[in-house]
């Protein structure tokens, strides 16, 4: 993993795009079409939709079908922490160690990236939307 700090990386694609259509949200007094969601953060509308789809299955985004439809925020800025997001989307494809062929390093390696990830997500549960619509630089 790389240090976020040092090189200005937004992490996984659908990490940040998620943080950023969520901020969208919190931000908008209506409901926002995928459509419109994707046009800004110049993704693909399938892409966001499939996000917001998942977000909604947990509770963190309503969606409203239909012609007027769109979406929102179900919880408050406040309430919905970075790792809440990244749990919610994270891919869990990981590689168990033992289902690789064995060279004897893949269970030490196993585990630094266990500790590795736990420091990650302790961070990001530190961290709300609402401290991202409060540090934005416009």
């Not at 892409?47 to 079908?65: C, P």
């Not at 007027?68 to 590689?95: F, H, R, S």
């Not at 420091?119 to 934005?136: C, G, H, K, M, W």
Request: with cysteine; net charge negative.
């Amino acid at each position: 993993m790389q240090l976020l700090i040092q090189s200005g990386d937004l992490g996984p694609k659908w990490f940040h795009v998620a943080l950023r259509a969520i901020v969208l949200m919190a931000e908008s007094k209506e409901l926002l079409k995928s459509n419109v969601i994707a046009e800004t953060l110049g993704e693909d509308a399938t892409f966001i939709r499939k996000m917001l789809a998942k977000l909604a299955e947990q509770d963190y985004v309503q969606a409203h079908s239909g012609r007027y439809g769109g979406y929102c925020l179900n919880k408050t800025p406040a309430q919905i922490t970075m790792q809440d997001i990244y749990k919610v989307l994270g891919n869990d494809n990981e590689t168990p160690y033992w289902s690789v062929p064995s060279t004897g390093s893949e269970r030490f390696i196993s585990m630094v990236i266990a500790k590795a990830e736990k420091t990650f997500q302790s961070v990001l549960a530190d961290y709300t939307i609402q401290d991202i619509l409060e540090n934005r630089s416009q």
